[in-house]
Each structure stands twice: as structure tokens, then as C-alpha cells.
């Protein structure tokens, strides 16, 4: 997931989202030079950061701030709001990667299902968070974003979770960080990298069709495993930080 600034590649015509999925599918992704840049350019790390979803890292104190539901956590209840606080500048990131024709594709591929958010709330507040784009079982996640302590590392573990459920096999982060390093990200090279890929992506077109079925990834199969574990009488809703904690020492 990258919070910093692009570094080269091959400038690429205005995007599209059957352009951004078919890229995505072979192992590249856009990014800008800069939050106001005209152009966008095709990236293809040598090392790529992934984040195997059974070998999360929840350390003992992330896992006490989702237990005690420190943050409101939800998924897809504010994208627009997600990706531009993403783009935002902060002290320790004056410019972002994201401008304004990556903002405007990845609005269109939310609204066709295949980006998604997860929002970190504090109160009312956006307190941080992340967006991503799901094809087939792989998750990308694109960028996320920490305005309160332990936001984002809540962030991921949700989605972590979520991915597992869902029967998700890849959590492509990118670019490796101390950060993501912490929670069990690795670097692995390009072609292991395009191997995993292609086991996740087996059976989907590049406009990210495919043939449906009982095991078919799922993003929002945690929501439903939230629903059948509530009483009838009980007002449904995101799953509690507990059952986020226990699908995750379950599942490390």
C-alpha cells in the first residue's frame, strides 16, 4: 500500500477501469508523479510487498484496541471520503501519488464493485483507513492513511479478516514498509509475485468477470457470518472488534 510518490514507468493514455483491471491482472499498476500531476504512469516493482492473510502479525496491544472497539469500523460507507483523505497531504507526506485522474477511476470502479474502502472512525470522524480494488481472490490495496494512533494497522486487520472469510488468497501491498513489515508483510521478487497472482486471478476475464460459484470470493461474507451470529432481536451491524480478534488468531 503506498503513501509516498511514484518513480517512473511508462506514461499511459487517461484511465479507464476495464484499462486499470486488465493491469492489475498482469502485475502493474498507475501511479503519479505528484497530487497535481497530469500524468499517470504504469509501475512494476522488481520486489513486491504482499501480506500473507495466515500469517498476520496481531500484536497484543493492536489486538486490545480491537477488542475494546477503540474505533468504528466500516466498510464502503464513504469512498469518495476515503480516497481523498488518502490524497490529502500531512507532515509527513507533503505529496501523495494519488491525483486526480486516479481519484476519478477508482470512483468509477467502486461503483462497478470492484474498489472498496474500509473507514476508521473516531466518534464522527474519519480517523483513517484504506482503499483497494478486489479481482478475483487477490485484494490490491492502494493506499491508506492514519490520522489517529493505530488507525491504519486497525484498518488492515479488519481487512485481513475480511479477506479471510471471503476466501481472498493474495493481499498485494506493493511497496514494502517498516509499517506493513510489523503486521507480516514480505518481499517476494516479480516472478513469484506473478505466479501467486496468476493462481489468484485463475478463471477471471480481465474485466473482471468470471464464472460464479459457492466458492467464489466473497468481500462481504464477513458481514453476513456478523448477521447469522446476531439474535433475531438484536440490531445488525459490523461484527464487534472479539470477533475480529478471534478470526485472527484463528486464522495466523
Not at 119 to 129: F, K, M, R, T, Y
Amino acid at each position: 500500500m503506498r503513501n509516498g510518490h511514484g518513480s517512473g514507468g511508462t506514461e499511459i493514455p487517461p484511465l479507464d477501469p476495464q484499462l486499470v483491471l486488465g493491469a492489475y491482472s498482469v502485475g502493474v499498476f498507475p501511479m503519479a508523479d505528484a497530487r497535481d500531476a497530469d500524468s499517470v504512469y504504469w509501475v512494476e516493482p522488481r520486489k513486491r510487498a504482499i501480506l500473507p492473510l495466515g500469517d498476520f502479525h496481531l500484536s497484543h496491544s493492536l489486538k486490545k484496541v480491537i477488542i475494546a472497539d477503540r474505533f468504528r469500523v466500516t466498510v464502503d460507507q464513504a469512498f469518495p471520503e476515503m480516497i481523498a483523505l488518502c490524497a490529502e497531504s500531512a507532515p509527513d507526506r507533503p505529496d501523495t501519488w494519488i491525483n486526480s485522474q486516479i481519484e476519478r477511476v477508482f470512483g468509477e470502479l467502486h461503483a462497478l464493485g470492484h474498489a472498496h474502502s474500509v473507514e476508521v472512525w473516531d466518534g464522527d470522524q474519519l480517523a483513517g483507513g484504506l482503499y483497494g480494488l478486489a479481482l478475483g481472490r487477490a485484494f490490491f490495496g492502494e493506499s491508506m492513511v492514519s490520522r489517529a494512533t493505530n488507525a491504519s494497522k486497525v484498518a488492515i486487520a479488519w481487512l485481513v479478516a475480511r479477506l479471510r472469510t471471503g476466501g481472498f488468497t493474495l493481499l498485494d501491498c506493493q511497496f514494502m514498509t517498516d509499517h506493513l513489515a510489523s503486521l507480516g508483510a514480505v518481499e517476494i521478487s516479480r516472478a513469484d509475485y506473478l505466479t501467486v497472482l496468476s493462481a489468484a486471478l485463475e478463471g477471471v476475464g480481465v474485466d473482471g468477470s468470471g464464472v460464479s460459484s459457492p466458492s467464489s470470493p466473497d468481500f462481504f461474507a464477513l458481514d453476513r457470518l456478523a448477521d447469522l451470529s446476531s439474535p433475531a432481536d438484536t440490531e445488525l451491524g459490523p461484527p464487534s472488534g472479539k470477533v475480529i480478534a478471534q478470526l485472527l488468531v484463528h486464522t495466523s
